[in-house]
């Protein structure tokens, strides 16, 4: 019983000493196992909006994190596709904000050599998706400006801003919401896609009033780490359905040898896998490549995402209502499912993943 209470004492007591942070996971050193990889993809208790990037896929620019060893990649422009192709990074506030009470955000910043043009918070009531969310739109809480920065070292900006909040905020995004392209030249590309990343370590969200925690602190920091998903949409506040993740390997012997076009073949099977989908309950199709290790870098990057983007035209053709929710990524050689050593593994690790997630 003593150590019952004092456990007790410890989670909630404590906490609110400190003025307790409600990001979940803020240092980023939990990472997540994510279903459809099944293995460690991002970080605990946060998510991209779709078309999601794979957060650990890392850039050529990643930097040493300022404490740890993890951080939080935070997409803000692409140089291929300016203003359009922007992602965000959001989570879920482990107690819903308090109208008019003020809240401190601090973390620190770095920008990866590249310019710091400024980053975004946007707050709100219900969870962003693609479908709710337009960016064009969109009025950031709080914009994060050079002179928001109190101090420098070893390439990290230590960042401290004030929030009045509106009341019962419970989601938080990060991301460029600024209505004109950030000038980044496409040598400052981080990776083949063209993404230009910020990176954030030890964020923290406290009030500025300290008092007790909320009640149901500990039970929304469980539900955060419990989903393990990274595909699909409305993840945090869909109570009634349930998501589950599907994937349908193509093996590389599909495709020509080193080429992205689909053999004759091999169409019908991909169009009998087509009619066994369950069109309505889909709410994405990730489309991703990978190759076994042979030949650079560069050259199994293009290979599986053009084989990647081959399926995707291929899917978007069979089925056109769905052709917004179809993505294509190519992960190289960065994931293996065989040892490359032999020629059976690598023949495993040749493939096309066809990622479906969908409700029933």
């Not at 080429?259 to 099977?269: G, R």
Request: net charge positive; aromatic share 14%; proline share 5%.
């Amino acid at each position: 019983m003593k150590l019952y209470f004092f456990i007790a004492w410890w989670v909630y007591f404590l906490p609110a000493a400190k003025a307790q942070n409600l990001f979940a996971n803020a240092s980023f050193e939990e990472l997540n196992i994510c279903t459809e990889y099944n293995q460690e993809c991002a970080p605990e208790a946060w998510f991209n909006i779709l078309p999601a990037a794979t957060p650990l896929f890392y850039p050529k620019s990643l930097p040493v994190a300022f404490e740890g060893k993890e951080l939080l990649m935070v997409p803000v422009e692409n140089v291929h596709h300016p203003a359009k192709k922007r992602q965000f990074v959001y989570s879920r506030f482990c107690c819903p904000l308090i109208k008019k009470e003020n809240y401190k955000l601090s973390f620190y910043l770095h920008t990866g050599g590249t310019a710091f043009y400024g980053i975004d918070f946007y707050m709100r009531t219900k969870e962003f998706t693609s479908e709710n969310f337009l960016a064009d739109t969109a009025r950031p809480s709080i914009h994060i400006a050079k002179e928001d920065v109190v101090s420098d070292y070893k390439g990290w900006s230590f960042i401290e801003t004030f929030y009045t909040a509106k009341g019962n905020e419970q989601f938080c995004l990060i991301g460029n919401l600024a209505k004109d392209t950030f000038a980044f030249s496409s040598y400052q590309a981080m990776n083949r896609g063209g993404d230009v990343f910020y990176f954030i370590d030890n964020i923290s969200f406290t009030p500025v009033k300290k008092s007790l925690p909320c009640t149901g602190y500990l039970k929304n920091k469980i539900k955060l780490y419990e989903q393990n998903l990274r595909h699909t949409e409305r993840i945090l506040t869909n109570e009634n359905e349930e998501i589950k993740p599907d994937t349908l390997t193509l093996p590389g012997v599909y495709f020509e040898t080193d080429k992205s076009i689909l053999k004759p073949q091999f169409k019908k099977i991909l169009d009998s896998l087509v009619r066994k989908m369950p069109v309505k309950k889909i709410k994405a199709i990730h489309v991703e490549g990978h190759t076994d290790d042979r030949g650079t870098t560069e050259k199994n990057d293009k290979l599986s995402a053009d084989r990647a983007t081959t399926v995707k035209l291929y899917l978007a053709e069979k089925l056109p209502l769905l052709k917004q929710y179809i993505f294509a990524e190519g992960k190289g050689e960065n994931f293996p499912k065989a040892d490359n050593d032999t020629d059976k593994g690598r023949a495993v690790n040749r493939r096309v993943e066809i990622i479906l997630t969908y409700t029933y």
